[in-house]
Every structure is written in C-alpha cells, then in structure tokens.
C-alpha cells in the first residue's frame, strides 16, 4: 500500500513540476488539462490508469500543437510512458483473454 501512495506523489510532483513550467503557464489549454489529470489522480489514486490517460492527451495535443510544445510536457509524458503502456498493455491482454482462449 505504501509502494502505491509514493507512485502517487511521485507522479503528482511530475505533473506539477510541469504545471510550474513558464512555457506551460502561458497556455491555458494544457494547463487544464494536466490540472483535471492532477485532481483526478488525488482523488482516486489510480496512477497507472492516470497515467495511460494523461499519455494519450499529451499525445493529442502534441499534435495539434507541435510547433510550440513546451519540453516540460515532454518529459512528463517519457516520466509516465512506461506505467502507461504496462497498464495498456494489461488491459488489453485482460480484452483479448477470452478471445485466445
């Protein structure tokens, strides 16, 4: 249970020093979005599905906005990768599980 919360506040302190970040301040859009990611994941200490959740919505707005995406976002996003495609990846195996089988 301990290992749990410190992958919380770990992740919380992520997503605020990107939150903190000057480039991310000036734009209001993303700075929503990390903060609606902030609240959820204080509120339900999921940080594995957070962070799959997080991942997809940098990835979209990486795309939309690739000329002046803040670094910061960046690597919040390489700082999460890897616990979100181990939760993606077990959801999907759990989807497919009856279809194999």
């Known amino acids: 249970m301990k290992k749990r919360q410190e992958k919380v506040?770990?992740?919380l302190d992520q997503i605020s020093a990107a939150y903190g970040d000057a480039a991310v301040k000036a734009r209001p859009e993303l700075r929503q979005l990390l903060l609606k990611a902030a609240t959820e994941l204080?509120?339900?200490g999921d940080y594995a599905l957070t962070a799959t959740k997080l991942c997809k919505t940098i990835a979209l707005y990486y795309w939309t906005h690739q000329q002046d995406f803040p670094p910061a976002v960046g690597r919040l996003h390489q700082?999460?990768?890897g616990e979100a495609v181990k939760y993606d990846a077990t959801a999907m195996a759990a989807f497919l599980l009856p279809v194999w089988f």
Request: avoid cysteine; charged fraction near 45%; hydrophobic fraction near 20%.
């Open 79 to 81: 700082q999460l990768k």
């Open 9 to 11: 506040e770990q992740m």
């Open 42 to 44: 204080d509120k339900t």
